[in-house]
């Protein structure tokens, strides 16, 4: 051992058994081990010395007048949880000095059994498996410790990438919203884009028509009246009389597509002068008036809500007559086959608008046609019989007002055309204050 | 007697259109395929009613009505127009500055051409 002795507490009653046990120790001494033995006949004594100064290992019997059993064991390794402590017992108690070995106790001595040589191996194994034992403790203490620091920092770690994921996440949904406003925003683009196509695909394309129907004007007008001409000194018994009527009547046809086709080129264009105030009831009067004709013919029911404060608007008479027959005779066309003959419009305020609803019990549009609809020369109808220009015309009318046109339908069971025209010519329109 | 009546168009099938129909309603029609050759038959004869292009090289209508005005022609002019854009300014300031004209819309059938000329020059005296 090292240079000090080992300073051995015995807390013994017995003085025989403490009287032999210094005679052990002192044969002992100078051999591997020098010790320095104190005595305490009670476990208070003991207990007092341990608390005052240093011992290296208590030699504990178990029966004490202030204390028995495991009792004396536990108290001793209580105050002093670091101390070796070698359990002295008599024969009959060895099943108690296990149990306290089992507690903490370092080795148990059985008295009587005892020699000096036994004693001193006890000794210095009790002060090495304690030196042992705290080891261990101590660095399991330091692991503990360390795994506390470790799981600590594990914690830190993860509650930073918990916090970076939820950046992140963050992120993501302000990257998704960005590229998803980007998206609706390309999609604005290539819409407003495809409409400028349109819109100059449209002015070309009335530009050409225009052109091509003034061109035509005058050959139509020539063969109409020729045919005419014709007719006139031809005896209505002639065969050709019939022939000259079809080419009349074909020549008229040509005359109204060309009709058409220059209502359509003039439909964009805006005439300030020809703005006046005019109540849509009366218009589509005159346009039922026209039509009646045909109403009568095909056995269509008309019925008509004008709400009664429905104020005049500022238009073009013409032109929302023209709007009107042209979607009247659409419904009408519409209504052909159909067993359910009904024609219904609907006129009221809107605000500063006024709308007007034209709704028809007739075939319907399917769905891949109801885009197209207001495009020109787009026709459902069969050829001959339609220039694919009324909505188109009409679209255009209701543009140059400052209105809209917007149309819903249902194949089978019919069409509604909604027209929106402003009450007031909006300032951008207006350049001469005709309506007042 | 009959009524003469001046074509001036720069379409020959117009101009037999309107010789054609007018001829029937026992019209005299002289035709012009141009406003230069218009104005020099109008100093020439003197017509109860002229119908006039608007679109024609050389002189356009809008032109030739002024010229033929200037010249103290007082008959009516009846202007024949599929509606050009290009000639509604100039036919405005024709208005404004007192040129009497009519406008008759293209394309006219012949029986609307005859019931038109006759109800014009059954009120020609007044001019």
Redesign the interface.
């Known amino acids: 051992m090292g240079e000090k002795p080992i300073k051995v507490l015995l807390i013994e009653d017995s003085v025989f058994a403490t009287r032999h046990t210094q005679k052990m120790l002192a044969e002992a001494n100078g051999s591997q081990i020098d010790t320095e033995l104190e005595c305490a006949d009670h476990l208070s004594t003991g207990l007092k010395r341990l608390a005052e100064d240093r011992i290296d290992i208590v030699l504990l019997d178990l029966t004490l007048p202030d204390s028995h059993d495991l009792d004396t064991f536990t108290r001793v390794h209580a105050q002093a949880p670091e101390m070796p402590i070698v359990v002295l017992t008599g024969l009959e108690d060895e099943k108690l000095a296990v149990e306290a070995v089992h507690k903490g106790a370092q080795d148990y001595l059985v008295k009587g059994q005892l020699d000096s040589n036994l004693l001193k191996r006890s000794i210095l194994y009790a002060i090495e498996r304690k030196q042992v034992h705290e080891e261990l403790r101590k660095s399991r203490e330091c692991l503990e410790e360390l795994v506390d620091e470790r799981t600590a920092q594990l914690k830190k770690n993860n509650e930073e990438l918990r916090k970076e994921i939820a950046e992140r996440k963050q992120a993501e949904k302000a990257l998704r919203r960005t590229y998803e406003d980007l998206e609706i925003a390309h999609r604005q683009l290539e819409e407003s884009q495809a409409q400028l196509i349109q819109t100059e695909k449209m002015s070309a394309l009335g530009t050409l028509v225009a052109g091509t129907a003034h061109e035509l004007n005058n050959p139509i007008m020539g063969i109409m009246n020729f045919s005419a001409h014709c007719k006139k000194h031809t005896s209505e018994q002639d065969q050709l009389y019939t022939v000259l009527q079809d080419i009349e009547h074909e020549a008229k046809h040509c005359a109204e597509i060309v009709r058409n086709l220059l209502t359509f080129s003039h439909a964009e264009r805006d005439d300030d002068k020809a703005y006046e105030k005019e109540s849509l009831a009366e218009i589509l009067g005159r346009v039922l008036k026209l039509l009646s004709y045909r109403i009568e013919k095909q056995r269509i029911l008309v019925t008509q809500h004008i709400a009664d404060d429905t104020p005049e608007i500022c238009m073009k008479p013409n032109s929302v007559q023209q709007l009107i027959l042209n979607l009247a005779t659409n419904a009408f066309d519409a209504l052909e086959g159909s067993e359910k003959k009904e024609f219904n419009v609907d006129i009221h305020r809107e605000g500063e608008f006024v709308q007007m609803t034209i709704a028809d019990t007739g075939c319907g549009i399917a769905a891949e046609s109801l885009r197209s609809i207001f495009d020109p020369f787009f026709t459902t109808k069969p050829v001959g019989q339609g220039t694919g220009l009324g909505l188109s015309v009409s679209q255009g009318i209701v543009k140059a007002h400052g209105g809209q046109i917007s149309c819903e339908s249902e194949p089978g069971a019919g069409t509604k055309l909604i027209i929106l025209l402003p009450i007031e010519r909006s300032k951008q329109n207006e350049q001469a204050n005709t309506c007042n | 007697m009959s009524k003469r009546i001046l074509v001036i168009d720069d ?1 020959l ?2 101009r ?3 010789a ?2 007018l001829e ?1 309603a026992d019209c005299q029609v002289d035709t012009a395929e141009s406003g230069g050759e218009g104005i020099s038959k109008a100093s020439i004869t003197k017509y109860d009613l002229i119908f006039l292009d608007l ?1 024609m090289p050389g002189i356009n209508g809008v032109e030739t009505l002024i010229r033929l005005r200037d010249n103290g022609h007082k008959m009516p002019i009846y202007i024949i127009t ?4 290009e000639f509604m300014d100039q036919l405005r300031v024709a208005t404004d500055e007192g040129y009497e004209f009519e406008v008759m819309q ?6 609307d ?1 005859i019931s038109i000329t006759k109800a014009i020059l059954e009120g020609a005296g007044v001019y």
């Open positions: 379409d099938a117009i037999k259109s309107f054609l129909a029937d679109k599929a509606f050009h854009e293209k394309p006219i059938m012949s029986e051409l």
